[in-house]
T-cell receptor, first 113, second 115 residues
Framework: QQQVKQSPQSLIVQKGGISIINCAYE??????FPWYQQFPGKGPALLIA?????SEKKEGRFTISFNKSAKQFSLHIMDSQPGDSATYFC????????????FGEGTQLTVNP | EAQVTQNPRYLITVTGKKLTVTCSQN?????MSWYRQDPGLGLRQIYY???????DKGDVPEGYKVSRKEKRNFPLILESPSPNQTSLYFC??????????????FGPGTRLTVT
């Protein structure tokens, strides 16, 4: 039973376009929402994270939008580049439970030149 | 260099032949975890450990064992591998701060094929 649902499974965008990946969660106790980026042949690495006390967090071309009432959050990649081509995972956790994360299914992003 | 290492990186084995995948971290992290990655299913947690001698089941623990005798090592043991355990496995570690969540550092992965 997947507690964090991610869509789309795959995404193709043109260079310079906006990539949007969505996640929805069920457990209202979740209070930490990171995104991980994984390149082929590598382990995932933390990209950006948000806590529910804010509705948006931006780091460079990457932005997380968070909607607590809808139990949804999304990753926006502005001015997408071929080097952004990777698999992206959203995740969620409960801070008081320590470091345990529940991951979404993953989105394979391809940015065409 | 701060890192999580896994060995072997690739392994092909036969059903029923016991195997161990090693994981080691040099960051003095308390928390360590094993995940398996399968297409369309994302990363699913197998086992995790909050500290030495403290381990607990994740979401898909059946068919796996772990141990945490030292802080830096967290081996994954498959006593009798089956073809449905063919997958990509990741070890991860994290400082288990009092505040709660913190960044998890992943190893490079072990691709296991069980025939």
């Amino acid at each position: 039973q997947q507690q964090v649902k991610q869509s789309p499974q795959s995404l193709i965008v043109q260079k310079g376009g906006i990539s949007i990946i969505n996640c929805a969660y069920e457990n209202t106790a979740f209070d930490y929402f990171p995104w991980y980026q994984q390149f082929p042949g590598k382990g995932p690495a933390l990209l950006i994270a948000i806590r529910p006390d804010v509705s948006e967090k931006k780091e460079g071309r990457f932005t997380i939008s968070f909607n607590k009432s809808a139990k949804q959050f999304s990753l926006h990649i502005m001015d997408s580049q071929p080097g952004d081509s990777a698999t992206y995972f959203c995740a969620a956790s409960i801070e008081t439970s320590g470091s345990r994360l529940t991951f979404g299914e993953g989105t394979q992003l391809t940015v065409n030149p | 260099e701060a890192q999580v290492t896994q060995n072997p990186r690739y392994l092909i084995t036969v059903t029923g032949k016991k195997l161990t995948v090693t994981c080691s971290q040099n960051m003095n992290h308390e928390y360590m975890s094993w995940y398996r990655q399968d297409p369309g299913l994302g990363l699913r947690q197998i086992y995790y450990s909050m500290n030495v001698e403290v381990t607990d089941k994740g979401d898909v623990p059946e068919g796996y064992k772990v141990s945490r005798k030292e802080k830096r090592n967290f081996p994954l043991i498959l006593e009798s591998p089956s073809p449905n355990q063919t997958s990509l496995y990741f070890c991860a570690s994290s400082p288990n701060r009092d505040r709660g969540t913190s960044e998890q550092y992943f190893g490079p992965g072990t691709r296991l094929t069980v025939t």
